[in-house]
T-cell receptor, first 114, second 114 residues
Framework: DAGITQSPRHKVTETGTPVTLRCHQT?????MYWYRQDPGHGLRLIHY???????DKGEVSDGYSVSRSKTEDFLLTLESATSSQTSVYFC?????????????FGPGTRLTVL | AQSVTQPDIHITVSEGASLELRCNYS??????LFWYVQSPGQGLQLLLK??????LVQGIKGFEAEFKRSQSSFNLRKPSVHWSDAAEYFC????????????FGAGTTVTVRA
């Protein structure tokens, strides 16, 4: 299994509070991704990174920001959490390299916003 | 824009019977296609992928998938289902023109009855 950890694994928070989720990899892969999973929608890309300090938006990026200061860590921040951001969040990594390499997924973080 | 449709939300199959999960994609050029499986409470695991070449792809756990360009399909099959195959299955498509970002289908939940 790819070396990907996510923390925390579960979090309950209140509307309006900031939340940061962490993804850590030990594979030295270039690409990292944040997805959210909701029933009936599959997985939707929030943000991704193609290198340290290089990030870009996905299809559902509103209300989220990311940062990547080290190859191994990719942080997802909800500046002011809303109930619509209650979801399961998955981090993924891939080696990239100019073609569609496989993405490997972390175990997920279940976030509940009350 | 690329998109993926999994027409079946839920499939129930008897143990030992064959299984086929449907996946249709929308994209103009040759896509990169993936099937992932997710057991309850777990992250996604890659079953198989298609980039080019032989259109019949073998994967792990006895699964195979066939790419049919004329039908824009990438259906997943298994000849004989085991109880441990009960899970949710996701089809995904990526493309070089979209920076290899993946679009996922909504998923198909498979229930295996004894």
């Amino acid at each position: 299994d790819a070396g990907i950890t996510q923390s925390p694994r579960h979090k309950v928070t209140e509307t309006g509070t900031p939340v940061t989720l962490r993804c850590h990899q030990t594979e030295n892969h270039r690409y990292m991704y944040w997805y959210r999973q909701d029933p009936g929608h599959g997985l939707r890309l929030i943000h991704y990174s193609y290198g340290v300090k290089d990030t870009d938006k996905g299809e559902v990026s509103d209300g989220y920001s990311v940062s990547r200061s080290k190859t191994e860590d990719f942080l997802l921040t909800l500046e002011s959490a809303t109930s619509s951001q209650t979801s399961v969040y998955f981090c993924a990594i891939s080696d990239g390299g100019g073609r569609a390499d496989t993405q490997y997924f972390g175990p997920g973080t279940r976030l509940t916003v009350l | 824009a690329q998109s993926v449709t999994q027409p079946d939300i839920h499939i129930t199959v008897s143990e030992g019977a064959s299984l086929e999960l449907r996946c249709n994609y929308s994209y103009g050029a040759t896509p990169y296609l993936f099937w992932y499986v997710q057991s309850p409470g777990q992250g996604l695991q890659l079953l198989l992928k298609y980039f080019s070449g032989d259109t019949l792809v073998q994967g792990i756990k006895g699964f195979e998938a066939e790419f049919k360009r004329s039908q824009s399909s990438f259906n997943l099959r298994k000849p004989s289902v085991h109880w441990s195959d009960a899970a949710e299955y996701f089809c995904a498509v990526g493309a070089r023109s979209n920076d290899y970002k993946l679009s996922f289908g909504a998923g198909t939940t498979v229930t295996v009855r004894a």
